[in-house]
Nanobody, 117 residues
Framework: QGQLVESGGGLVQPGGSLRLSCAGSGFIFSAYQMNWYRQPPGKERELVASINGFGDRHSNADSVKGRFAISRINAENAVYLQRNTLKPKDKAVYYC??????????WGQGTQVNVSS
């Protein structure tokens, strides 16, 4: 059974940077598109960034373009979300997700990010 474990959350001041990491195991990591979602307090979960299995195509939500960057290292079964110029509205629980057509999908347990001075 596939498993995803996020790390790197915490408290950061507005304008600061933080990198989230997600480690995958129990599935063929390179065959899956990897996604980062977030769920702000009292709101629905939303897609933040995606990257394909090869790592050569990625996309970001409009709300984070120019500030967030997703990357992956398949040899390490890892995906990252570099977040710069953080704003209070970026406060959320961030989730790592692995998806592939016609295959089971996997979610991480989530990591809390607080942006506050």
């Amino acid at each position: 059974q596939g498993q995803l474990v996020e790390s790197g959350g915490g408290l950061v001041q507005p304008g600061g940077s933080l990198r989230l990491s997600c480690a995958g195991s129990g599935f063929i990591f390179s065959a899956y598109q990897m996604n980062w979602y977030r769920q702000p307090p009292g709101k629905e979960r939303e897609l933040v960034a995606s990257i394909n299995g090869f790592g050569d195509r990625h996309s970001n939500a409009d709300s984070v373009k120019g500030r967030f960057a997703i990357s992956r290292i398949n040899a390490e079964n890892a995906v990252y979300l570099q977040r710069n110029t953080l704003k209070p509205k970026d406060k959320a629980v961030y989730y790592c997700h692995a998806g592939r057509r016609s295959s089971p999908q996997f979610w991480g347990q989530g990591t809390q990010v607080n942006v506050s001075s």
